[in-house]
């Protein structure tokens, strides 16, 4: 799996707390690869690799923020936007949330129980619902990747990302000079 590299990061990148209370309440552990990238990248905001070839009206879905890990009240962490999502009927309660795009119009899912465990979802301003074997995708929701791993390694970066994260940050990692710049 590709890495990902953030502007910013939070303090807190322990992962325990967050897999407790997948585990509370959805009675599964995480996906494995999903695991693998906490451990390997990390959350934060501003990624670089960021895009995924859009279908949903869009040219390419952009990710701005991988949700927080805890604390589960934490507006802008995977448990309290999942809760959110559910409460609101916006997504199926066998998911989480993991990320955000178009000023928060734009999410990105990821079963975590049943037979579509482990696959990447996007919409925008609607839903996507598993039931059974089967899944329900609203208005323009969209079935991105049939793994994590899938979905992380389909991600890419055109060069006005590679220059806003090398402006904020004062360097280029070399993997991603080397996977995505045409020169810098």
Known sequence: MQRVFFTWSPENKNSEIFEEWVN????????????????DNGIGGNPVPNQFSGKIGMEHLVIEEFYRLSPEDAILSIQYKTEDAVDEEVMGENMIMFAEGAA?????TLAIKGPHRGKVFAF????????????RLENGALHLADT???FIDGLYADED????????MGYLPDE?????SSGS
């Not at 009675?27 to 990238?37: N, T």
């Not at 990302?161 to 904020?168: N, P």
């Open 24 to 39: 509370k309440r959805f009675g599964v552990s995480l996906p494995e690869d999903f695991l693998l990238f906490l451990q």
């Open 176 to 180: 991603i000079k080397e996977k995505f």
């Open 124 to 135: 925008v301003d609607s839903g996507v619902y598993l039931e059974g074997d089967q899944i």
């Open 148 to 150: 994590f791993s899938e």
């Open 161 to 168: 990302a590679i220059h806003s994260w090398e402006v904020r």
């Open 104 to 108: 928060g119009h734009l999410s990105f």
